[in-house]
């Protein structure tokens, strides 16, 4: 009896391997999705915060900047010059350089990116206090605003819409270059994305470049949504 | 500081130069990969974009097809290209996954170029061009003698974005047992030799900076709005929502 039993179990994994098995290897494979998603769960977390922080880091960084630069030609152009170098130099060199200082950590991925989104977001920060039209700070300041009520009540709900941009760009460009991370072993999905091309796993490879995709549209979105939720005025002039 | 020192040693010891796997042959590997992929970015993209800039055609393509370079990880695509059909076979020169790496290059070279030429073309003041025509001027007299003047600057910028990212991709080749100055790294990390690490972070930083400075002197040579200061919008303001003018409504007038 056992002999049968042992034969028939045989004889259903012969017939019916899963598809992520090596010897099937699909690229499109849903049931990998099923036996490997606490794994892909945990990396998608990992990789969601790894982009967060890097861009919120970013953010302020470009904004402090950017505000102790603006009026000041020659700290403009230095800024605006060190964040292209910055941007210049390729993710896998400044990752190899950080790893100097900060180790196999987060934090070099982290850092890394933040200065990525920041040498993003400078000009658009720069960009978008520019478009501030002079006859409206005029007025405010005939009004009687002060510089911090001017900066917080005027100019800074007239840059947002440019900022928006900037902070939409550098969101969805962190997704993609979190995946690099690999390479000080804090890459998010990108250290399952590493570990299937080296063991030519299809289904994990494609799973996990469209989860990136997915993330950074998704990331995306609640970037458009925030943005319309705090300038309701861009509203009818996007239609 | 230790590694620094030792990688500069690296670099200077003319016997790590050497060899099918030294650093010459990697370096070479990555040139030739950001060149080759460079002029067929240019020869594909340039005229695609510039021709649907003069006829204010296939806007939402020409703008989001930087929107998806950008949301698609580099690794992602050279991980699919490498394990599918195209596979890691050596191709002359380009070594390793040479195909696969080239192929990859190109379509992350592409978005750059085709983006900012169009949006260079498109942003060219709809009244230059018509007064251009009214004083007769052909099709391609408005192109070459007004629109493509008025928008080098734009399509430079966008030649220089390309070529930084190609060389940063061509880096990244080395992750999927690829080409280039990337295996420098690779090697380093796996075998816990961080001299060969920060060795390999210089030559791709370096040879990035000159990239840049090189395609910075070409783009200031070329540019015949150089004399011209006050052009606030040099393509590098990133505006994912850039929407296209259509030129339909004046096509219809005339």
């Known amino acids: ?239 | 500081m230790n590694e620094l020192a030792g990688a500069i040693d690296l670099l200077l010891e003319p016997e790590s130069w050497k060899g099918s796997d030294g650093l010459w042959t990697q370096l070479v590997e990555q040139v030739l990969l950001t060149v080759t992929a460079l002029v067929l970015v240019l020869v594909v993209g340039l005229p695609l974009a510039l021709w649907l800039g003069h006829r204010g055609r296939g806007g939402t393509f020409a703008i989001n097809v930087s929107n998806v370079g950008r949301a698609v990880p580099v690794f992602a695509v050279l991980g699919l290209l490498a394990l599918g059909p195209i596979g890691t076979a050596t191709l002359g020169p380009y070594g390793r996954a040479g195909l696969a790496t080239l192929i990859a290059l190109v379509l992350f070279g592409l978005p750059p170029v085709i983006t900012n030429s169009y949006v260079g073309v498109r942003e060219v003041d709809a009244e230059i061009v018509e007064a251009a025509r009214g004083t007769g001027m052909s099709e391609w007299q408005v192109f070459r003698r007004i629109e493509l003047p008025l928008a080098s600057q734009m399509v430079a910028n966008g030649v220089r974005l390309a070529l930084v990212q190609l060389w940063a991709t061509a880096t990244i080749a080395a992750l999927v047992a690829g080409p280039g100055l990337g295996n420098v790294i690779t090697y380093g990390f796996s075998n816990n030799s961080y001299d060969y690490v920060i060795a390999g972070a210089i030559l791709v930083a370096g040879g990035a900076l000159v990239l840049e400075g090189l395609a910075a002197v070409v783009e200031r040579r070329v540019d015949p709005m150089r004399r011209v200061t006050g052009s606030r919008h040099d393509g590098l303001v990133q505006m994912p929502e850039m929407t296209a003018r259509s030129r339909d409504s004046t096509a219809a007038e005339s």
């Open chain 1, 1 to 239: 009896m056992s002999l049968v039993a042992d034969a028939s179990n045989v004889a259903v994994l012969a017939a019916d391997p899963p598809c992520y098995a090596r010897t099937v290897n699909s690229w499109v494979c849903p049931e990998y999705v099923t036996r490997y998603a606490p794994e892909l769960w945990e990396a998608t977390v990992q990789h969601v915060l790894l982009t967060v922080t890097s861009v919120v880091l970013g953010l302020v960084l470009a904004v402090a900047l950017s505000l102790a630069a603006r009026h000041r030609p020659k700290a403009r152009s230095l800024l605006l010059g060190s964040t292209t170098l910055v941007y210049t130099i390729p993710s896998l060199a400044m990752f190899s350089i950080l790893a100097q200082a900060t180790g196999l950590t987060p934090t070099t991925v982290v850092i890394g990116l933040a200065l990525y989104s920041l040498s993003i977001l400078v000009r658009n920060v720069l960009a978008g206090l520019d478009s501030v039209p002079d006859e409206v700070v005029e007025a405010a300041t005939g009004l009687g605003y002060g510089r911090l009520r001017l900066l917080t009540r005027i100019e800074a709900p007239l840059a947002l819409p440019i900022v928006m941009a900037g902070l939409r760009v550098a969101t969805v460009s962190t997704v993609a270059l979190v995946t690099l991370g690999t390479i000080v072993a804090y890459g998010g999905l990108g250290n399952m994305l590493a570990n299937g091309i080296d063991d030519s796993f299809k289904a994990q490879v494609l799973t996990t470049s469209v989860l990136c995709v997915v993330l950074a549209v998704l990331l995306d979105l609640v970037i458009v949504a925030f943005a319309r939720l705090v300038t309701p005025w861009t509203r009818g002039a996007a239609a």
